[in-house]
């Protein structure tokens, strides 16, 4: 099993719509977490880190569940702009000096 | 601070060739990752160094991929003889050892081996 799974998608949705999206990881002592945004042929970027008690951002909301081991993004009234490649990203270790898993992303396309 | 620098951008080289990567990640970040990105395999973590030390290098794919980070400003990675199937963009980041704290990536190498 890897250690981070996404649903790759792509989903393609109109603008304005609400889209969610499921992580899973497979380390239950995984304290980290966060969601990264990559643009086409562009580095990684952080959108958001995601905390125990959820946390929004403008249209975004991210949350965690433990008990099911997965982090979930939401985004609200969708933009074009946010067409890109979401990444969940997972720090699956207590020690802050650590390494940083990546899923495989996916795919959000936003259609006029 | 100008960021996590990668060089060189792009590399076109031919089967068999060395070739040399470079990243010098953000000033005061203790660890350092290489990533390698494929549309087949997504962003895969092959090495990782905290305070210039290799922690984990499970994920280096075979013999002929080595990385070194002489200091904490400066790191490579070497892939010698280099593969077609190698081609893919390798990304450098950097982070700070602090809990919750994210990575911060350079812009890459995209690199092809005809």
């Known amino acids: 099993r890897k250690e981070v799974e996404q649903d790759p998608g792509p989903f393609n949705v109109p603008e304005g719509a609400t889209v969610a999206f499921n992580c899973t990881y497979s380390?239950?002592?995984?304290?980290?977490f966060f969601w990264y945004r990559q643009d086409c042929r562009k580095e990684p970027k952080l959108l958001m880190s995601?905390?125990?008690s959820g946390n929004e951002d403008g249209r975004f909301t991210a949350q965690l569940n433990r008990a099911s081991q997965y982090i979930s993004l939401l985004i609200r009234d969708s933009k074009l702009s946010d067409s890109a490649t979401y990444l969940c990203?997972?720090?699956?270790?207590?020690?802050?000096?650590?390494?940083?898993?990546f899923g495989s992303g996916t795919r959000l396309s936003i259609r006029p | 601070d100008a960021g996590v620098i990668q060089s060189p951008r792009h590399e076109v080289t031919e089967m068999g060739q060395e070739v040399t990567l470079r990243c010098k990640p953000i000033?005061?970040?203790?660890?350092l990752f290489w990533y390698r990105q494929t549309m087949m395999r997504g962003l895969e973590l092959l090495i990782y160094?905290?305070?210039?030390?290799?922690?984990?290098d499970s994920g280096m794919p075979e013999d002929r991929f080595s990385a070194k980070m002489p200091n904490a400003s400066f790191s490579t990675l070497k892939i010698q003889p280099s593969e077609p199937r190698d081609s893919a963009v390798y990304f450098c980041?950097?982070?700070?050892?602090?809990?919750?704290?994210?990575?911060?990536f350079g812009q890459g190498t995209r690199l092809t081996v005809v």
């Open positions: 980041a950097s982070r700070r050892d602090r809990p919750n704290t994210e990575a911060f």
């Open positions: 380390n239950s002592a995984s304290q980290s």
């Open positions: 995601v905390y125990s």
């Open positions: 990203v997972v720090n699956p270790t207590y020690s802050s000096a650590s390494k940083i898993i």
């Open positions: 000033s005061g970040h203790n660890s």
């Open positions: 160094f905290n305070n210039n030390v290799p922690i984990d």
